[in-house]
């Protein structure tokens, strides 16, 4: 028996500071439409770019009071008419803008993937793992033998790219900012770890690796981006995942030469990625990340520290960005 209502977080200010934005709000159960399924949320990812989102960045149209949270894992609560791949306790992935902090999210049901069991490492895939995947191989046209850098390296993201990247066969060289990521770092294979609060990031690969950085994942942004720019080899690619370090404050100006100047007579070339515009990728990459998850070929550690409820994503979303999560965070519902 469905709820008449349930709870949703909602951003009811634009800011970058989640906890003044964030407001727990009864709504309406609203039954499925043709096409559409109802899930019960179990699990909701944190990401970093929540401040984004609360900030009103994903959608300047839109104007407070509007939904948080994007992917989730549930099960399925009710069936519309004409859906035929899932029914009523099934378990499912589902990413969708304003679909993770809520308890029930409708959606159309194309949006809702049969999994095994609604496990935080099933949500993983979608995001952090799709954005790894997709970008390394379209963007980056990660082959093997080469060098590949990851940003941000022990994160929800970051430990995919490195995964991944030592799969594909290349030397991959992780940034972190703790002795715990760091060993976490080299559990998972990554050749060269950098703890950049006991390393000067600049220093170790101006000496390790004169001939330049091939592919760069880079998630932070600020100093270590010009750093990472700075780095690239001859014809090596640069993706911008992410700048987690100006998400707070905003992106600062900078005054120094245009980056032209860093690329040129490299042939080094940047590319941005935004997982939304590589929607049509979802489908192939997701079957190979579960199926190598599946098979044991790829770990993903969810950070073991617990957030129970809607009331706890603020602090979930503030531990992110405190820096100390190793592997995803997760808010059970
Ligand atoms: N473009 C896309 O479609 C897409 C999709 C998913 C994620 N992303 C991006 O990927 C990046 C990682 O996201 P995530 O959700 O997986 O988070 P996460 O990596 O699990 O957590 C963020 C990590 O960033 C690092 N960091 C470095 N400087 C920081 C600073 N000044 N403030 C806070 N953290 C800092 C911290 O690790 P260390 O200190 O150990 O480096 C921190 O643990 C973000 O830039 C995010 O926006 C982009």
Known sequence: ????????????????DFRKAAEVVETPFLEPGPGEVVVKNVYAGVNATDVNITAGRYDPGASPPFDL????????????????????????????????YREYNLLPARHAIPIAEPSPVALTVVVSGLTASIALDVLGRMGQDETVLITAAAGGTGQYAVQLAKRAGNHVVGT??????AEFLQSLGCDRVINYRQENVKQVLRDEYP???????ESV???????????????G???IIGFISEYVEGPQPVRQPRIY?????????????????????????????????DEGKLHVAIDPTEFHGLDAVTDAVEYLHSGQSIGKIVVRL
């Not at 100093?223 to 690239?232: G, I, N, P």
């Open 176 to 181: 972190c900012g703790t002795p715990e990521k």
């Open 261 to 293: 100047a860093h690329l040129l007579m490299k042939s080094a070339s940047l590319c941005a990625f935004f997982l939304p515009h590589f929607s049509t990728y979802y489908r192939e990459h997701a079957r190979h990340l579960f199926q190598l998850i």
């Open 69 to 100: 949270g994007a992917e989730a894992v549930g099960v399925i609560a009710a069936v519309g008419s004409a859906v035929t791949h899932v029914k009523e306790d099934d378990a499912v992935v589902t990413f969708n803008l304003g679909g993770g």
């Open 211 to 217: 001939d330049g950085i091939d592919l760069i994942y």
């Open 1 to 16: 028996m469905n709820p008449s209502t349930y709870k949703k977080l909602v951003s009811t200010a634009f800011t970058t």
């Open 221 to 235: 942004g600020g100093a270590l981006f010009d750093t990472c720019v700075r780095a690239l080899a001859l014809r």
């Open 237 to 239: 690619r640069l993706i």
